[in-house]
């Protein structure tokens, strides 16, 4: 049982070039989310997949976009990278009917 | 919209001291409250959270944490920290409808010296 996924662990990108993250789950989960942690500021919630189908904004959208590919997959792409994109992403999972979110191990991503 | 203020942003300790950590939210109705741990270059983990029932909750690794509703206060305690508490703490509250989606705090790092 691995829990939550991502990959890859670290990414280094050149303004203007577009890549996508990914992240999985193996707990059966409906709810899927992705977070970016930046220092001095916590964790703020990028996209959210309420259940498969389904994809939400949070509170820090611009520049990214989402698919719930499935119920265990969820990515996070990002169209034309900015250096201000420089961050660690978090992508989260939580069960029906529990309140609690299980995160991955993150991506360092670094945009020069 | 919901905040949370975490009071500290850096706490520097000596191993054996005791720790309270700060932590406030604005939303006015039924909240669940979490604080998370982050050790040095890992995700994440769920020290103890808090749903219904009694205020005074208890977790991992000697952790506890308590809820004040008159004053929207979930402060994080421990009687004695050790070396290993050096980690990053991240309060935690959703509303317990709709998408549950996390609203967490900045952080609060702490430095526990031997």
């Known amino acids: 049982n691995a829990g939550v996924t991502q990959t890859p662990k670290f990414q280094v990108l050149k303004t203007g070039q577009s890549m996508t993250l990914q992240c999985a789950q193996d707990?059966?989960?409906?709810?899927m989310y992705w977070y970016r942690q930046d220092p001095g500021m916590g964790l703020r919630l990028i996209y959210y997949s309420a259940s498969e189908g389904t994809t939400d904004k949070g509170e820090v959208p611009n520049g990214y976009n989402v698919s719930r590919l499935n119920k265990r997959e969820f990515s996070l792409r990002l169209e034309s990278a900015a250096p201000s994109q420089t961050s660690v992403y978090f992508c989260?999972?939580?069960?029906?009917?529990?309140?609690?979110?299980?995160f991955g191990p993150g991506t360092r991503l670094t945009v020069t | 919209a919901q905040s949370v203020s975490q009071h500290n942003h850096h706490v520097i300790l000596s191993e054996a001291a005791s720790l309270e950590l700060g932590c406030n939210y604005s939303?006015?109705?039924?909240?669940?409250l979490f604080w998370y741990v982050q050790y040095p270059g890992q995700h994440l983990q769920l020290l103890l959270k808090y749903f219904s029932g009694d205020p005074l909750v208890k977790g991992i690794k000697g952790f506890e944490a308590e809820f004040i509703k008159s004053k929207f206060s979930f402060n994080l305690r421990k009687p004695s920290v050790q070396w290993s508490d050096t980690a990053e703490y991240f309060c935690?509250?959703?509303?317990?409808?709709?998408?549950?989606?996390?609203?967490f705090g900045k952080g609060t790092m702490l430095l526990v010296s031997p």
């Open positions: 989260a999972s939580r069960g029906q009917g529990s309140y609690e979110q299980y």
């Open positions: 935690a509250v959703n509303r317990p409808s709709g998408y549950s989606t996390l609203t």
């Open positions: 707990m059966n989960h409906n709810s």
């Open positions: 939303y006015g109705g039924t909240v669940n």
